[in-house]
Structures are given as structure tokens and as C-alpha cells.
């Protein structure tokens, strides 16, 4: 079952360093996000793809954060420098634009431990 | 801003029992709420939904009730079990955004047996 694979599981980082999240998402969706999760502030949305172009970002996200879709099945999720504050579990989900399946289908997700 | 909010943050309810989560929205345009459920270790997964145009969905032993007028909604788990025991997440989508939702913070519950 070919759902949204996210690597690495678990990443820690020195504050100052550059991590870069994967995900690939479930085969022939053509919307992608990627979230933060903090018991605090729940799910944040980072970024948001159709069809590989940005449709949003999430406007407090912007200096540090960058995602990209490099093609329709593979993103990243580039931080640098990395923060303390950074420490989160990052999800990717994937979603099809059309019909009934509105649902979003996340990964398991990245848990970021920045030191 | 969150235009998602939940209540409680937490909540233990005894096997058997019903819970009620409570999920509120600012946003009139949104027209369509799902629930995902979320164990430790995995990603949200969706639990059940609504439509803007409906007032109750069931699924099994789970209800949502919607009241557009207050732009509130709420989510029953009848005859709670120790596997429900996961965070609940409420989420809103409007027609003019695509497949974006937008999340609450969520509400973990404890079914304790």
C-alpha cells in the first residue's frame, strides 16, 4: 500500500545546520502539504503544491523554510539555519484536487529535535 | 489567528461512556469538515466528515453534529473503548481553497478500562 512516505522518521540537528525533510507522496495526487505539528499550535500549514506550483506558504514560515516539488511524486522541506523553536514533527499529506476524495493522507511523519 | 478551535485539550472518559469533542469555526465560507484521529507515532488519519449542507453524519459509534448557525460542530464517540484513546483533530475546508484544510489544535482522549 503506497501511501505518503516521509524520511527520515526521526532527524536531530546543532542549531545553525540545514536539514532537508522528504516525502513522496501517494501515487497520481496532484496536492501536497506540508505541515507542523506542536502540541501548542496543532497542525500549521508550510506549504501547499498543485500540480508541482505553490499555491500557499505559510506567511510566518517564509525566511527559514522553503519546500519544493522537484517533480509530482518526490518534495522537500529545506530549513536553514535551524532554531531551537524548529522542534516539531514536520507532516507531509497528499490529497487528489478532484471528486470525492477530500480527504488528506499524511505520512507518519519527521520529528525534528533541534539542540 | 485560529480560525479551527477545540475543546477540550484533554479528556479521560471511563469504557463505555460517551465523549464529546467540541470543534468551533470563524470562517462562514467553509463548507466541508472532516475529523482525523491520530495515534502516537502516526500521521492523522480521517475518522469521518460533514458537509455544511447536513446537520448529523454517523459512522458506527461515531456522530457529528453541525450547527451552522453557531458555527459549531461536535463529534460523540458512544460506547467508548481503550482504542479510541488518540488525539482528534477538527478540520475546515471552504469551496475556494482547494483541498487546504485547516486544523485545530486538537483534543486528546483517554478511554480507561
Known amino acids: 500500500d503506497a501511501g505518503v512516505t516521509q524520511t527520515p522518521r526521526h532527524e536531530v540537528a546543532e542549531k545553525g545546520q540545514t536539514i532537508i525533510l522528504k516525502c513522496e507522496p501517494v501515487?497520481?495526487?496532484?496536492?501536497l502539504f506540508w505541515y507542523r505539528q506542536t502540541k501548542i499550535q496543532g497542525l500549521e500549514l508550510l506549504s501547499y503544491?498543485?500540480?508541482?506550483?505553490?499555491?500557499?506558504d505559510g506567511g510566518a514560515f517564509k525566511d527559514r523554510f522553503k519546500a519544493e516539488m522537484l517533480n509530482s511524486s518526490f518534495s522537500t522541506l529545506k530549513i536553514q539555519p535551524t532554531e531551537p523553536k524548529d522542534s516539531a514533527v514536520y507532516l507531509c499529506?497528499?490529497?487528489?484536487?478532484?471528486?470525492?476524495?477530500?480527504?488528506?493522507?499524511f505520512g507518519h511523519g519527521t520529528k525534528l529535535s533541534v539542540l | 489567528q485560529q480560525q479551527v478551535r477545540q475543546s477540550p485539550q484533554s479528556l479521560t472518559v471511563w469504557e463505555g461512556e460517551t465523549a464529546i469533542l467540541n470543534c468551533s469555526y470563524e470562517?462562514?465560507?467553509?463548507?466541508?469538515f472532516p475529523w482525523y484521529q491520530q495515534f502516537p507515532g502516526e500521521g492523522p488519519a480521517l475518522l469521518i466528515s460533514?458537509?455544511?449542507?447536513?446537520d448529523k453524519k454517523e459512522d458506527g459509534r461515531f456522530t457529528i453534529f453541525f450547527n451552522k448557525r453557531e458555527k459549531k460542530l461536535s463529534l460523540h464517540i458512544t460506547d467508548s473503548q481503550p482504542g479510541d484513546s488518540a488525539t482528534y483533530f477538527c478540520?475546515?475546508?471552504?469551496?475556494?481553497?482547494?483541498?487546504?484544510?485547516?486544523f485545530g489544535t486538537g483534543t486528546k482522549l483517554q478511554v480507561v478500562p
Open positions: 503544491f498543485r500540480s508541482k506550483s505553490l499555491m500557499e
Open positions: 478540520a475546515a475546508r471552504s469551496a475556494n481553497s482547494g483541498t487546504y484544510q485547516r
Open positions: 460533514i458537509r455544511s449542507v447536513s
Open positions: 499529506a497528499s490529497s487528489l484536487e478532484q471528486g470525492a476524495a477530500e480527504r488528506l493522507f
Open positions: 470562517d462562514s465560507t467553509f463548507n466541508y
Open positions: 501515487s497520481g495526487h496532484n496536492d
